[in-house]
């Protein structure tokens, strides 16, 4: 039974399961190649202290499509705003934990919409991205856990799936689509919130 729950932040913790170039892409033209190009251009370049509102604004400004600010930024602050009071009720049974490839600023953005974990990972300071295997172990050593004892939820097959299978950390899925887990057994979830049905 584990007794720490370590979390992706961006598709999992901000939406149920999509990622933010999906999320832009629905919302207006970009090609995955300009989204990827002004994701990249921001890494370890935006200043800690900013807050979600400051990143996503940068994103944009870089990718040219600001026209997807206002909507996806919504959309974003009410999936944290129920994420917040789950992983609060969490807290009072499980250690938490939040993994993610970020800009370096990930506790600001999580302090700012409510978030709390005992601890936080962002890549620019691990010096490391998922699915790379000492991301993960950053974030156990921190909780003075084993793989075995923990579960990590997230929403990409790459980079969280198959990170979370290699060091042996069980896994959940969170997809809104009909989706097979990455190994036999695995749990996969629609919503969040479903997370609640797993842990009895």
Not at 134 to 142: G, T
Not at 148 to 157: E, Q
Request: overall charge negative; some cysteine.
């Amino acid at each position: 039974m584990a007794n720490v729950l370590l979390f992706d932040f961006g598709g999992t913790l901000d939406a149920d399961g999509l990622t933010w170039k999906e999320r832009f892409q629905a919302l207006c033209v970009v090609s995955d190649r300009d989204f990827y190009a002004a994701d990249d251009a921001l890494v370890g370049t935006i200043p800690k202290t900013a807050g979600l509102h400051e990143t996503l604004a940068l994103l944009c400004e870089s990718g040219g499509f600001a026209t997807a600010l206002q909507k996806f930024e919504s959309d974003a602050r009410e999936h944290l705003q129920r994420s917040a009071a789950l992983l609060h009720d969490l807290r009072k049974k499980y250690r938490i934990g939040i993994v993610s490839n970020f800009y370096g600023n990930l506790a600001a953005v999580c302090a700012e919409s409510g978030i709390e974990a005992d601890v936080m990972i962002d890549s620019v300071d691990a010096g490391c991205c998922k699915p790379d295997p000492e991301i993960f172990f950053a974030a156990l050593r921190k909780l003075e856990a084993n793989p075995k004892d923990a579960l990590f939820i997230g929403d990409s097959p790459h980079r969280d799936m198959a990170g979370a299978r290699a060091i042996g950390m069980p896994h959940v899925r969170i997809s809104p689509r009909e989706v097979e887990g990455c190994c036999p057994g695995d749990r996969v979830i629609r919503r969040l919130d479903e997370l609640r049905e797993i842990l009895r």
